[in-house]
Structures are given as C-alpha cells and as structure tokens.
C-alpha cells in the first residue's frame, strides 16, 4: 500500500491543493497519516481542514501538533517569538465551529498515536518521545526509546529525513538485529529546508520504499492572502523555503 505522509501544512491553502493534486496523478494512494500543525503561520486552517475532511482515502492516524495544542488550550509560553505567539492567537481568532469541531474530534489530542499497517508496528508523533510537541526525532541519536517499532513516522522540524536503525534482538532469523525505519515527510506548508515547494512523502509498505517528493504552488497567491493580523515573516519565508 502507498502511504501519503503529510506534516505541518499550517494553514497554506494552495501549498496542501497542490500536494493533493501531484498525489492524484502520480500514486495510487491507499491511506494517509498527518503528522499535525494543519493549522496556523497560513491564513486558510479553515480551508486546510475543509480539504482535509474530505480526502477519498483512509486517514490511518490524525495527530496535533504543538499548534493545535496551543490554540486549544491557549497554551503560548513555549512559542521562541512573539509573532508565534500572536500568529496562534489570530489564528485562535478565526477558527470556525467546523475546524473546532474537527481539532477536538477527528484529531487525536495527543501528539502521538501507535497504530498497526500491514503487520508492522507504527509510531506517529509530531515531535518525538522525548517532547510530543516541541522536540523534534535527531536522526543522528541512538533513538534506543523507538526499538519497539518498526516505522516511525515524524514532523515539527519541517526537515524530512529517512533513516534506518539497527537494534540488537534475541531473533536468529534476522541474525540478531532489528530494524526500525525513520520517516519525516518535511512540511508541506512551510519548508524550512532551504526549498519552497510543498514537501511530502509517498511510503510503499510492501518494498519499504519511501519517495520524498515535492510540489510547485502559487506562492505569489498564497501570500497575497496574509493580513496585518499575522508578522509578514510568515508570508515572506515562503519564497525561500527557510
């Protein structure tokens, strides 16, 4: 099965329009994990979530992350600047009765979730298992706490990555080792890898084969969008993917 990976849209319309699109043409996608920060920084979470609704494949798992959490709970002090703090309270602000309605009860309210996918064992976390919201997986650590899981699937440093992982084990069928699989699709809505397209991942189960791909949007139209209620860095990082 082909697996859509998506993390940390937050709020681009046109960057999320453009991924789905790109997935339409180009994969037979059979399930979809969101890995949270839907909304927020973007001026259409409203939008975001309407599409979001309405996907035509399975949603696996449908995690917060740290946005969700903070406008829920009003919960600001952990933001590193005062325009993140201003941003989630506008974006607060504007959430209608059907985003609401969809944070509390289509989304899991902790930012992790184990689930099973053809007989693997599955972790999505926004952050990691040493921070569900606000740390981020290093892929360059031992990672020891993961061992348990097979795939492990990630966002919040709006980075993708792809690592494997050895671990010893007491099982003389895989010569004593087991393996655990690292996924971060990057951010579809604000791509901090020195890249501006909208970034996701396509995970094919049966070979472990993971495409990292990339679509091109409407950012001059994106941006065109923002008002005077959010700090313009959020608009203008969009041309430079930082």
Same mark, same amino acid.
């Given at each position: 099965?082909?697996?859509?990976?998506?993390?940390?849209?937050?709020?681009n319309?046109?960057?999320?329009?453009?991924?789905?699109?790109k997935?339409?043409?180009?994969?037979?996608?059979?399930?979809?994990?969101?890995?949270?920060d839907?909304?927020?920084?973007?001026?259409?979470?409203?939008?975001?979530?309407?599409?979001?609704?309405?996907?035509?494949?399975?949603?696996?798992c449908?995690?917060?992350?740290?946005?969700?959490?903070?406008?829920?709970?009003d919960?600001? $002090?952990? #933001? +590193?600047? @005062?325009? %993140?703090?201003?941003?989630?309270?506008?974006?607060?602000?504007?959430l209608?009765? &059907?985003? *609401?309605?969809?944070?509390?009860?289509?989304?899991?309210?902790e $930012?992790t #979730? +184990?689930? @099973?996918? %053809?007989r693997?064992?599955c972790?999505?976390?926004?952050?990691?298992?040493?921070? &569900?919201? *606000?740390?981020?997986?290093?892929?360059?650590?031992?990672?020891?706490?993961?061992?348990?899981?097979?795939y492990?699937?990630?966002?919040?440093s709006?980075?993708?990555?792809?690592?494997?992982?050895?671990?010893?084990?007491?099982?003389?069928?895989?010569?004593?080792?087991?393996?655990?699989?690292?996924?971060?699709?990057?951010s579809?809505?604000?791509?901090r890898?020195?890249?501006?397209?909208?970034q996701?991942?396509?995970f094919?189960?049966?070979?472990e084969k993971?495409?990292?791909?990339?679509?091109?949007?409407?950012?001059?139209?994106?941006?065109?969008?923002f008002?005077?209620?959010?700090?313009?860095?959020?608009?203008?990082?969009?041309?430079?993917?930082?």
């Open positions: 099965m082909q697996i859509l990976l998506l993390s940390d849209i937050h709020g319309l046109q960057a999320l329009q453009a991924v789905l699109e997935v339409k043409r180009d994969y037979q996608i059979g399930g979809c994990v969101l890995l949270g839907l909304i927020d920084y973007g001026m259409h979470s409203n939008e975001v979530i309407g599409i979001l609704k309405n996907l035509t494949y399975p949603v696996l449908n995690i917060w992350g740290n946005h969700e959490h903070a406008v829920y709970h919960a600001y $002090g952990r #933001f +590193s600047s @005062e325009r %993140g703090k201003c941003s989630a309270r506008h974006t607060k602000k504007i209608t009765q &059907e985003s *609401w309605e969809y944070i509390r009860g289509e989304m899991k309210k $930012g #979730f +184990s689930f @099973e996918c %053809g693997k064992r972790l999505a976390v926004h952050g990691s298992l040493e921070d &569900e919201y *606000w740390i981020s997986i290093k892929p360059e650590n031992r990672l020891e706490e993961y061992r348990e899981f097979d492990v699937f990630s966002g919040h709006h980075i993708p990555h792809f690592v494997e992982k050895f671990y010893g084990s007491d099982k003389s069928g895989t010569r004593n080792k087991k393996k655990v699989i690292f996924i971060n699709p990057g579809a809505g604000q791509p890898n020195l890249n501006n397209m909208a996701f991942a396509v094919e189960t049966q070979e993971v495409v990292f791909d990339k679509a091109a949007y409407d950012i001059e139209k994106e941006q065109e969008s008002t005077g209620e959010v700090d313009p860095f959020y608009r203008d990082r969009l041309e430079k993917g930082i």
